[in-house]
C-alpha cells in the first residue's frame, strides 16, 4: 500500500460498523463525514488521487452529493480543476439530466447540471459499493456528451457484488467487512 494512505487505512480498521438493513455499513470520515476526518487524511486521499490521474486531460471533476464532495473539494483545490457536484434536488434547468440512483441500500434521483458537450471528466467518489451511484452518474455524462478520462473512488467494497459496472474504476484502497471490522486488502 502506498505509505501515505496508512493513516487512512488506520483509521478505517477502527471504524465503527453498522447494519442497515442487512448491509454491513461503516462509519467513517471519508464516507459519512464522521467521526472527524483528519486534514492530512483528506489531504492524502486527494494526492492520491493526483498521481493516479493526469489532470492535464481534465476540464471538470464531477462528484456525487454528499460524500463525494469533500473529495471533490480537496481535489479542485489542490489541482485548479473545477468542480461540480451531482445533486439529489432538481433545478428545473432546461438541460438538467435526470437519472435514477439505486444503492445497496437505498435509491434517489440524481441531477447534473454544470457539464457540457466534450468536457473531459474526472468522476470521484467515496466508495464503490454496487456501483449504482457510478452507473447512474455515468449515464448522465453520457447523455450530456461529456468525455469521461478516469472514474476514482477512495474506497471499493471487494465484498458487494458490483458486477454490473461497466467501466474501469481505480480506487485508493480496496476494503471489505469481515467480523464487524473493516479489512484493508494489500
Ligand atoms: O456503489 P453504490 O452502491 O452506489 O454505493 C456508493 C454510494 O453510496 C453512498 O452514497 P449515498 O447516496 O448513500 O449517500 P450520501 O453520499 O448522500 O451519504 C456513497 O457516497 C456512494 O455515492
Ligand atoms: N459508508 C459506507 N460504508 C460502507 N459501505 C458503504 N456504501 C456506501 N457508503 C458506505
Same mark, same amino acid.
Given at each position: 500500500?502506498?505509505s501515505?494512505l496508512?493513516?487512512?487505512? $488506520? &483509521?478505517?480498521?477502527?471504524?465503527?460498523?453498522? %447494519? /442497515? %438493513? @442487512?448491509?454491513?455499513?461503516?462509519?467513517?470520515?471519508?464516507?459519512? @463525514? +464522521?467521526?472527524?476526518v483528519?486534514?492530512?487524511?483528506?489531504?492524502?486521499?486527494?494526492?492520491g488521487i493526483?498521481?493516479?490521474?493526469?489532470?492535464?486531460?481534465?476540464d471538470?471533476?464531477v462528484?456525487?452529493?454528499?460524500m463525494?464532495?469533500?473529495?471533490? !473539494?480537496?481535489?479542485?483545490?489542490? !489541482?485548479? #480543476?473545477?468542480?461540480?457536484?451531482? /445533486?439529489? $434536488?432538481?433545478?428545473?434547468?432546461?438541460?438538467?439530466?435526470?437519472?435514477?440512483?439505486? !444503492?445497496?441500500?437505498?435509491?434517489?434521483?440524481?441531477?447534473?447540471? @454544470?457539464?457540457?458537450?466534450?468536457?473531459?471528466?474526472?468522476?470521484?467518489?467515496?466508495?464503490? &459499493? &454496487?456501483? @449504482?451511484t457510478?452507473?447512474?452518474?455515468?449515464?448522465?455524462?453520457?447523455? #450530456?456528451?461529456a468525455?469521461?478520462?478516469?472514474?476514482?473512488?477512495?474506497? =471499493? =467494497?471487494v %465484498?458487494?457484488?458490483?458486477?454490473?459496472? &461497466?467501466?474501469?474504476? !481505480?480506487?485508493?484502497? %480496496?476494503? /471489505?467487512? $469481515?467480523?464487524g471490522? #473493516?479489512e +484493508?486488502?494489500?
Amino acid at each position: 500500500m502506498d505509505s501515505t494512505l496508512e493513516p487512512l487505512a $488506520r &483509521s478505517l480498521r477502527q471504524a465503527p460498523v453498522v %447494519d /442497515r %438493513d @442487512g448491509y454491513e455499513y461503516f462509519v467513517h470520515g471519508v464516507t459519512d @463525514g +464522521i467521526p472527524p476526518v483528519e486534514p492530512a487524511v483528506l489531504s492524502a486521499v486527494a494526492d492520491g488521487i493526483s498521481e493516479r490521474v493526469d489532470l492535464e486531460a481534465v476540464d471538470k471533476i464531477v462528484a456525487p452529493e454528499a460524500m463525494g464532495i469533500h473529495h471533490g !473539494t480537496a481535489l479542485s483545490i489542490a !489541482t485548479d #480543476v473545477p468542480l461540480v457536484v451531482v /445533486r439529489k $434536488r432538481s433545478y428545473g434547468f432546461p438541460e438538467e439530466v435526470a437519472v435514477h440512483q439505486e !444503492t445497496s441500500y437505498g435509491e434517489s434521483e440524481l441531477y447534473l447540471n @454544470g457539464v457540457d458537450a466534450g468536457d473531459r471528466v474526472l468522476l470521484v467518489d467515496d466508495v464503490l &459499493s &454496487s456501483g @449504482g451511484t457510478i452507473e447512474a452518474v455515468c449515464d448522465a455524462l453520457e447523455a #450530456v456528451e461529456a468525455e469521461l478520462v478516469d472514474i476514482v473512488v477512495v474506497l =471499493r =467494497r471487494v %465484498d458487494v457484488d458490483h458486477a454490473d459496472v &461497466s467501466r474501469d474504476v !481505480t480506487s485508493l484502497l %480496496d476494503v /471489505r467487512v $469481515r467480523d464487524g471490522k #473493516v479489512e +484493508i486488502l494489500e
